[in-house]
């Protein structure tokens, strides 16, 4: 395999397009519409229940700024929200690099557009497995895929992207974004990325935590097998 090495980045990156989709939505009321104070031309990407946050945030802005990730893709979200963001012209847009000719061609050939920050944060795995009487099937469910996915990968590009895990750090982003134009630094996102991986690791961890301790005889009974 071969593998693209880097040599020119940018320190700052202008933030113009951000994917947001939460479990833990809250802070997003004044996250969102200061971002869009710093850059009115924003757009934003979003699905579901997060979707229709924003849209209750934005009120008649949102028709402006926001758009569903399934109009984006043009693939509708399957039953269940099982399948939202695990798309080709989503991680098109995450994993580009700025100065790669190729990259900047496939953007233009399937209508992509590199996405320059990504908010996300998983489904409740932890919190589900520490109720009374939860069951292997309800574990399972709060399995988080698409997030961790879209996580790493905008991790992996902290070249280019930020990748906010924590609505803790809602208020410094924007602070910075509005010090400098709407742009993010190198070190910010660099920090970021390094964040995002603890999470993801810490995630993983409880799952397999959590499958090493149940036996195979409890999942068997929810399943009738």
């Not at 699905?47 to 946050?53: D, E, I, N, P, Y």
């Not at 758009?67 to 043009?74: F, I, K, L, N, R």
Request: hydrophobic content about 40%; charged content about 25%; proline content about 4%.
């Amino acid at each position: 395999m071969s593998m693209n090495i880097v040599e020119k980045i940018d320190d700052r990156v202008r933030v113009r397009h951000v994917l947001i989709s939460v479990s833990d939505k809250s802070g997003l009321d004044v996250f969102v519409p200061r971002l869009l104070s710093i850059n009115p031309e924003l757009k934003i990407f979003s699905t579901g229940g997060t979707f229709a946050r924003l849209s209750e945030i934005l009120g008649e802005r949102a028709g402006r700024c926001l758009t569903p990730v399934s109009d984006y893709t043009g693939q509708p979200e399957t039953q269940g929200g099982l399948v939202k963001t695990l798309d080709f012209k989503i991680y098109l847009g995450l994993l580009t690099e700025t100065y790669n000719d190729a990259h900047q061609a496939d953007l233009a050939r399937t209508g992509a557009v590199p996405i320059d920050m990504v908010v996300v944060n998983l489904y409740p795995f932890r919190e589900t497995i520490a109720k009374a009487g939860v069951t292997p099937e309800g574990a399972r469910g709060n399995i988080d895929i698409g997030g961790p996915c879209m996580i790493r990968a905008s991790a992996k590009n902290f070249i280019r992207v930020a990748a906010v895990v924590d609505p803790d750090d809602y208020g410094p982003i924007a602070d910075e974004m509005a010090a400098a134009d709407g742009h993010l630094s190198l070190a910010q996102r660099y920090r970021l990325a390094g964040k995002a991986f603890d999470h993801t690791a810490a995630y993983d961890t409880a799952i397999a935590r959590y499958f090493s301790a149940t036996d195979i005889d409890a999942v068997q009974a929810i399943y009738n097998v």
